[in-house]
């Protein structure tokens, strides 16, 4: 599985970005989930936002719940992250991420690192106060 990543950049305070992971190479029937973990300056990646293909409630982090929204295109296997009202704790390297069904939790394997299976480059998002 390759995950192609984009959008980010730079923003200002209260701006918007919006992010993109395609993952290529996954058979039709398969059920997955995939969202974005960041990682802020010094500090280890955390779990944002995971949506699943089937029929779930995505899964967001406390810190972005209000103002981020996460969807999917099951046609294109390709999830969108729809960042709102950016503040500098935004600010970090932002890494797709797939794992590959079965899910017990659903779109909350992001919680945790140790349940992704496959992990993109990241994109870098900084938001300037």
């Known amino acids: 599985v390759q995950l192609v990543e984009s959008g980010g950049g730079l923003a200002q305070h209260g701006g918007s970005l919006r992010l993109s992971c395609e993952a290529s190479?996954?058979?039709?029937?398969?059920?997955?989930?995939i969202g974005w973990f960041r990682q802020a300056p010094g500090k280890e990646p955390e779990g944002v936002s995971c949506?699943?293909?089937?029929?779930?409630?995505?899964f967001y982090s406390d810190s972005v719940k209000d103002h981020f929204s996460i969807s999917i295109d099951k046609t294109q296997n390709t999830a969108y992250l729809q960042m709102e009202n950016l503040k500098p704790e935004d600010t970090g390297r932002y890494i797709c991420?797939?794992?590959?069904?079965?899910?017990?939790?659903?779109?909350?394997?992001?919680?945790?690192?140790?349940?992704?299976?496959?992990w993109g480059k990241g994109t870098l998002v900084t938001v300037s106060s």
């Open positions: 190479d996954l058979a039709s029937d398969t059920y997955y989930a």
């Open positions: 949506i699943t293909n089937e029929a779930e409630a995505p």
């Open positions: 991420a797939v794992r590959i069904g079965p899910l017990l939790s659903g779109p909350r394997v992001c919680e945790r690192r140790t349940g992704i299976d496959y």
